[in-house]
């Protein structure tokens, strides 16, 4: 914790360290028109952190925030011509405009997902274009104020106007900067990452996605103020054009994604960097700054894709690392905490039902995949589901968890309804679940992995950090491992992680898909022991497999579904001889022979 | 080497220049035979160019005119120097230019730009405050409504604009045909200048005017297929068409229609609004024999009384003929060279006064407006007439104002 205070007092010193050289540079510089191109680097710069707010951090990239910028410019503006509202209080009735906005476009856009999102936001500033110019509102000057400018953020010098925007940049760069480091950011780039893990894992991803917006917007909207008090001239094609968003795209892009950092860097290259070449090159070739300006753009994409903060820090931190072949923390093996010992004759007790099913079904189409499924979990029990390829296991997952909606029947845990519950909803009461492909968020670390399925049962981060670390420990991973990204994981360690960011918010019941699938002997040696374990410790689970052997012997209670429809159910042992479980494997003809073989 | 005397000379001169930069700025003592610096911002890239360009061809005829003439000859024959800026394709773009121009160019006394209003009421902002002379011939009303002192506007606005056309169309049709036209029928895209422009005959101004409005249709640019609008000219046949369109794309795709229908040529006169239809490559699009009979309001187009202006002008750019956006070009330079002989000095303030005190019914200067050169205080041009033109065989010929016009206006007869 007090590494992390101590990292956030090191952001605040850069952010103020920016600040002051930035306006110590612009008050040096004489020639009031560089110091106009450095207030509209900063301008730039607030619309690419409100950008960067929603779609660099949680994926869903927006082609419209010119919408916000837009209703900003046009609040300012309309309360200063029609109610003579000075822009001291414009600028924030903007903000607040923007934010309602935000709202009312994330509303509708937030059903749609990846393309279709960013075309629907396009839409959205053109519309409005339209909208202003029917008003009548093509071209719209803001009075200048002869007698008590101040009062009208009406100054004669540039540098005052600078203040004004670095406070401004300041603030968003701080937001920004909370955001990245908290609860908010990091769900924010989960969702971005693997949405369905996400949910998976407690993160209410509609809710995140609307503050998200609503901040992102708020941003926007206050550089959109701002730039009608500077350019002091509004037009709808001006403000709401799609060049607006693309500015606050490319600035955002071409600096880095997903850090406060980017929009700041890449404002304060490309915005001068445009400007000079169309003073030095607008009257002598006409145009030719626009070629130079995009083949910059270009140039820079193909070299660092991700931006230059990625490229640069991805640069340093290459120099860093230890050569290649010394021993790293990462590469010890993997053991579980303590051995555990096999128990699988002893016959256990049960506490009452957990989780109950009554004549659950879901189908898609005329197929139904779960078809009037019924039973009963009990208490500190390992449940398993078996059944052939298609028999509607993970569809039972999916409906248990929240991703699917089951067409009809209950469904209770420890008593209570949980049918109907999104995703989240259902894990924050409980529920943790794995997948049969590991669902990771590649680009985090381990940990992080883990602490984003501790949020739901933190109340604070530092709690969610905690309870992370002790589920990792319960699956075995500590040490150098930990701080390793996700993306360059074996197979078994993603499947413990995967358990990990399960365990974290401290479940009662583990939904576990295929957790074995895909491990080789020694592997599954390694954690069927865990399981075991973590199940002993009170979490009952219910565990979807094909390795049978396995399964045999980790499973207090069989269950055989075929077709959607729960066939048999028992001790393992009967089950397994079930004339009906051998025919749904094995089919018709060869039942005969195996029962015979059984017996 | 110092002498006493040296000293007590430039002692003598530091006090005056002091003593007179106090009163007037330190420039004045330069005057002498040193260009006399006239800024040109002009959208010279972006979609604009094509207009842009045309000031500056036109500026830079006008300062080759003067500067042949012997220069500022109050100011001891100084040259004009053009100083030329683009305004790109933004607002924000066209007010760096501006800022550019004020903190590199300190010694610019005057300027003119911007076409686009936008782009105007941008750039003004800053020369109003930096006290620079500033002649444009953007049409928003709003350009000379803001109470500043150091802006002019050469063209009618276009809220006049809008006003006075009708009338003046109904007089050319009641001069032609003997009567007044009875009906009409109205097609407008819905892009800010069409709506800006039809907007106070829509108001009532239609039917002031003892027009019934027999159709009024909207529709947003571009058109893919004119038909459903010309089906409406052919069932109600208005006495004359009021299309006003920013692009030439959708005019050619309504007149086509129109001849299809056998409504074109004349049988049903088609008014309309805008510079961009008199420029020389509306024939690339338009073929002239379909363009033929077609009028348009304009604020400026060449007149009869400016051949001297149009050769000159066609020889430095190689244009056809010339129109209202290089005469801007060409007669604010003269404005500015006018005033400048009034004032003696390359001072902003100065020149400033003489422009509004200017009142000029011959020369360059008012042979490029109609109507002649003199400024109200607000900075519009008191007398300035709305250009009518009307493509007479494959040119487009100003028919009104009549005293100027460069043919008479045709309209067909109606029984």
Redesign the interface.
């Known amino acids: 914790m007090i590494g992390k205070r101590r990292a956030y007092l090191r952001q605040y010193a850069a952010i103020a360290l920016f600040a002051l050289a930035y306006l110590a540079l612009g008050f040096a510089v004489r020639d009031a028109y560089y110091q106009l191109i450095m207030v509209q680097v900063l301008v730039w710069a607030v619309m690419g952190l409100g950008w960067n707010v929603l779609s660099g951090y949680s994926g869903m990239i927006s082609f419209g925030h010119a919408a916000f910028f837009g209703l900003g410019a046009y609040t300012v503006t309309i309360a200063f011509v029609k109610f003579g509202i000075t822009p001291w209080l414009g600028i924030p009735l903007g903000v607040v405009v923007g934010v309602i906005a935000g709202v009312l476009i994330g509303i509708p856009t937030f059903r749609l997902r990846g393309h279709y999102f960013a075309l629907a936001m396009l839409a959205y500033p053109l519309a409005m274009l339209y909208v202003f110019e029917w008003m009548g509102y093509q071209e719209v000057s803001l009075p200048m104020k002869r007698e008590n400018p101040v009062a009208y953020m009406q100054f004669a010098d540039q540098r005052t106007y600078m203040v004004i925007a670095m406070l401004l940049a300041v603030a968003c760069m701080v937001i920004s900067m909370h955001v990245e480091r908290s609860r908010f950011g990091r769900s924010l780039l989960a969702i971005k990452q693997n949405l369905p893990a996400a949910e998976a894992a407690g993160i209410d991803a509609a809710r995140w996605r609307m503050y998200a917006m609503m901040l992102s917007a708020g941003m926007a909207a206050a550089a959109g103020g701002f730039y009608a008090v500077i350019l002091l001239v509004v037009t709808p094609q001006t403000v709401f054009g799609a060049l607006t968003s693309a500015q606050a795209l490319i600035v955002a892009l071409f600096g880095g994604v997903g850090v406060f950092w980017g929009p700041i860097i890449g404002s304060t290259i490309l915005i001068p960097l445009a400007e000079t070449l169309h003073a030095k090159l607008g009257d002598i070739l006409p145009g030719i700054q626009g070629v130079v300006y995009g083949v910059a753009i270009i140039v820079i994409i193909l070299v660092a894709p991700d931006g230059i903060y990625w490229k640069v820090r991805d640069r340093i931190m290459a120099r860093r690392a230890p050569p290649a072949g010394a021993p790293r923390a990462a590469a010890r093996p993997i053991a579980p905490a303590t051995p555990i010992a096999w128990d699988t004759a002893a016959s256990r007790s049960f506490g009452a039902p957990l989780l109950e099913l009554q004549n659950v079904s879901r189908a898609f189409g005329g197929l139904r995949a779960v078809d009037e499924v019924t039973l009963s979990v009990p208490e500190g029990m390992i449940y398993g589901i078996i059944g052939p390829n298609g028999a509607g296991k993970t569809t039972l997952f999916n409906v248990l968890n929240g991703f699917l909606a089951a067409n009809q029947g209950a469904m209770r845990l420890a008593g209570q309804e949980i049918g109907g519950l999104k995703p989240h909803e259902v894990c924050a009461r409980g529920v943790g679940r794995t997948f049969q492909v590991v669902r990771s968020f590649p680009r985090m670390t381990v940990l992080e992995n883990v602490v984003i399925g501790a949020f739901v049962g933190a109340k604070t981060d530092d709690e969610a950090e905690r309870l992370a670390h002790a589920a990792l420990a319960r699956v075995g991973m500590t040490g150098g491992q930990v701080h390793m990204l996700a993306g360059g994981l074996t197979t078994k360690q993603l499947r413990l992680m995967e358990l990990a960011r399960a365990l974290a918010p401290r479940p009662k019941l583990l939904l576990l898909d295929e957790t074995l699938a895909g491990l080789g002997h020694d592997e599954l040696e390694g954690i069927l022991p865990i399981i075991r374990q973590v199940n002993r410790e009170g979490v009952t689970i219910v565990i979807i497999e094909h390795t049978m052997h396995a399964m045999v012997k980790l499973a207090d209670h069989f269950c055989v579904l075929d077709h959607g429809r729960l066939i048999a159910s028992g001790k393992p042992a009967d089950v397994v001889k079930n004339p009906a479980v051998i025919e749904a494997y094995l089919g018709k003809k060869w039942m005969d022979r195996a029962q015979d073989q059984v017996a | 080497m110092t002498t006493r005397r040296t000293i007590i000379k430039q002692g003598a001169l530091g006090a005056a220049t002091l003593a007179t930069s106090t009163a007037m700025p330190w420039r004045m003592l330069r005057a002498q035979a040193k260009p006399v610096k006239i800024a040109v911002i002009a959208p010279?890239?972006?979609p604009w160019?094509r207009q842009g360009t045309l000031i500056k061809w036109g500026a830079e005829t006008a300062a080759n005119e003067i500067n042949a003439g012997g220069g500022i000859k109050a100011m001891g024959g100084a040259k004009i120097e053009l100083v030329?800026?683009?305004a790109?394709d933004?607002?924000?773009?066209a007010?760096?230019?501006a800022?550019?121009l004020?903190?590199?160019e300190p010694d610019v006394v005057a300027g003119m730009g911007a076409w686009l209003?936008?782009f105007t009421?941008?750039i003004t902002?800053v020369t109003?405050?930096a006290q620079l002379p500033w002649i444009t011939l953007s049409y928003?009303d709003?350009i000379t409504d803001?109470?500043?002192k150091y802006v002019f506007q050469s063209s009618m606005p276009a809220g006049k604009q809008s006003v006075e056309t009708l009338p003046t169309v109904l007089n050319l049709a009641k001069a032609a045909t003997g009567k007044l036209p009875q009906s009409v029928g109205v097609i407008g895209d819905?892009?800010?200048s069409p709506?800006?422009f039809l907007k106070p005959m829509r108001e009532g101004g239609l039917q002031k005017a003892g027009l019934k409005v027999l159709f009024d249709e909207t529709y947003t640019p571009p058109l893919s297929d004119a038909t459903p609008l010309i089906q409406k000219v052919r069932s109600g046949r208005p006495e004359f068409l009021l299309w006003v369109s920013t692009t030439i794309s959708d005019l050619k795709l309504g007149l086509e229609k129109m001849n299809e229908f056998r409504l074109a040529k004349g049988v049903v006169p088609v008014i309309s609004n805008g510079a961009h239809l008199g420029m020389p490559e509306v024939l690339k699009n338009l073929p002239a024999d379909l363009i033929e009979g077609l009028m348009y309001s304009v604020a400026n187009h060449q007149v009869k009384g400016q051949d001297r202006i149009n050769d000159a002008y066609g020889k430095h750019s190689g244009e056809p003929w010339i129109t209202q956006d290089g005469l801007a070009g060409y007669g604010h330079t003269w404005i500015f060279k006018e005033a400048l002989e009034k004032a003696g000095v390359a001072d902003r303030v100065k020149l400033n006064e003489e422009i509004h005190k200017l009142d000029l019914t011959s020369g360059p200067a008012a042979d490029s407006f109609p109507g002649g050169v003199k400024f109200d205080a607000a900075g519009r041009r008191t007398n300035a007439i709305v250009c009518i033109v009307q493509w007479q065989n494959g040119k487009p010929l100003t028919v009104y104002p009549t005293d100027r016009a460069m043919a008479a206006p045709k309209w067909p007869k109606t029984s």
């Open positions: 010279l890239s972006g160019a030329l800026i683009d790109g933004s607002a924000e773009k007010k760096n230019a800022q550019r004020i903190a590199q209003s936008t009421l941008a902002e109003e405050r928003a709003s803001r109470g500043f819905n892009t800010a709506t800006a």
